[in-house]
């Protein structure tokens, strides 16, 4: 079974609107840790946001929010307020306990409309 | 701050040939995870070196090896190239021997390998 599973190809969204890109995530390790990256075409993987298993708050990190539903195992990224600029690829990947390898969706594509 | 760096960042090889990409991590960062990405899809994790070992390795052959030297810079080593080599190698970088429970990695630039 995919560790990752990113349902959503591509995505539109009008800029200055909100936008949710869908994670979902397959574990049986209690302790885990959920990322977000941003991939412009330059190839560099930015991070964006963090949730931990345990973590009792959605992450926050200025316009981007974790949307963190454990029972589901999901964990969507809401971009508020899309710029330009945020027009890239959208990854999220997850780490079991303290292991070394983090796992990726096949990612989704941004396009912020003007 | 000088964050991950890689070399080079393209690079055009022939079929057989053997390659050798190089990364060196963010200061203060000593673990160095390497990745492959295709076109089109997420990256996947190839090993990860710490203390100049490779401590975890993906499911990729033998072919892709790699060593860490002193300095926490590293490289990825890979022989008799075939075409499904060609991609996008991503080489990140973690503090503390990666034992941060949030941890995020750093990525660098990438190397565009092409095999024809």
């Known amino acids: 079974a995919q560790k990752i599973t990113q349902t959503q190809p591509g995505m539109f969204v009008q800029e200055k609107e909100a936008v949710t890109l869908d994670c979902t995530y397959d574990t049986s390790d209690p302790s885990y840790g959920l990322f977000w990256y941003k991939q412009p075409s330059s190839g560099e993987m930015i991070f964006l946001i963090y949730?931990?298993?345990?973590?009792?708050q959605n992450a926050t990190e200025g316009r981007y929010s974790l949307n963190f539903q454990k029972a589901r195992k999901s964990a969507n990224l809401v971009i508020s307020a899309s710029q330009l600029g945020d027009s890239a690829m959208y990854f999220c990947?997850?780490?079991?306990?303290?292991?070394?390898?983090?796992?990726f969706g096949t990612g989704t594509s941004l396009t912020v409309i003007p | 701050d000088a964050g991950v760096t890689q070399s080079p960042t393209h690079l055009i090889k022939t079929r057989g040939q053997q390659v050798t990409l190089r990364c060196s991590p963010k200061s203060g960062h000593d673990t160095v995870s390497w990745y492959q990405q295709a076109l089109g899809q997420g990256p996947q994790f190839i090993f990860q070196?710490?203390?100049?070992?490779?401590?975890q390795r993906g499911n990729f052959p033998d072919r892709f090896s790699g060593h860490q030297f002193p300095n926490y810079s590293s490289e990825l080593n890979v022989n008799a190239l075939w075409l499904g080599d060609s991609a996008l190698y991503l080489c990140?970088?973690?503090?503390?021997?990666?034992?941060?429970?949030?941890?995020?990695?750093?990525f660098g630039p990438g190397t565009r390998l092409t095999v024809l």
């Open positions: 070196y710490y203390e100049e070992e490779e401590r």
């Open positions: 949730q931990g298993s345990y973590d009792q």
């Open positions: 990140a970088s973690t503090p503390g021997g990666g034992s941060v429970r949030r941890n995020e990695q750093f």
């Open positions: 990947a997850m780490r079991e306990g303290l292991g070394n390898q983090f796992y």
